[in-house]
């Protein structure tokens, strides 16, 4: 089994709460939640919280659980849990081989662009 774990980075702007929104070009454009597999001996929060930090360039806090979702990726079942994070502090978004960008969307927004139903059902879920 594949075990990753990933975030719904939010922050306030003057429009109101956005969500991080990275595009990957790995298979295509792809809009997704940022996400990665666990390291060894690291726990799911911990992963999480890396893995938004090396996505996105932000520091996050965990605020709650947001939920989990299990698929099939080359064959094997992969399960990917998520927090809901509060934004603690932006280094700034770098491109990388990974992640070709970062957008900040409403909820609503970011339920229209994701490219995976189960992402959209997960955020589309979330309190406001």
């Known amino acids: 089994m594949i075990c990753a774990a990933g975030g719904l980075v939010w922050r306030w702007t003057s429009q109101g709460r956005r969500l991080a929104v ?17 390291d060894p001996g690291e726990d799911w929060a ?12 932000c520091e996050a806090r965990i605020e709650s659980f ?35 960008d970062l957008v900040w969307l409403s909820q609503q927004q970011a339920v229209g662009l994701l ?9 589309a879920s979330q309190p406001d």
């Open 22 to 38: 990275i595009r990957r070009e790995r298979y295509g454009t792809e809009w997704t939640l940022p996400k990665g597999k666990l």
């Open 66 to 100: 947001a939920g989990g979702l299990t698929y099939q990726h080359d064959g094997r079942p992969k399960i990917v849990l998520f927090w809901n994070m509060k934004l603690v502090a932006d280094h700034g978004f770098e491109r990388s081989e990974e992640v070709a």
């Open 115 to 123: 490219t995976h139903a189960d992402e959209r059902q997960l955020v």
């Open 46 to 57: 911990e992963a999480a919280l890396r893995e938004v930090r090396e996505e996105t360039g």
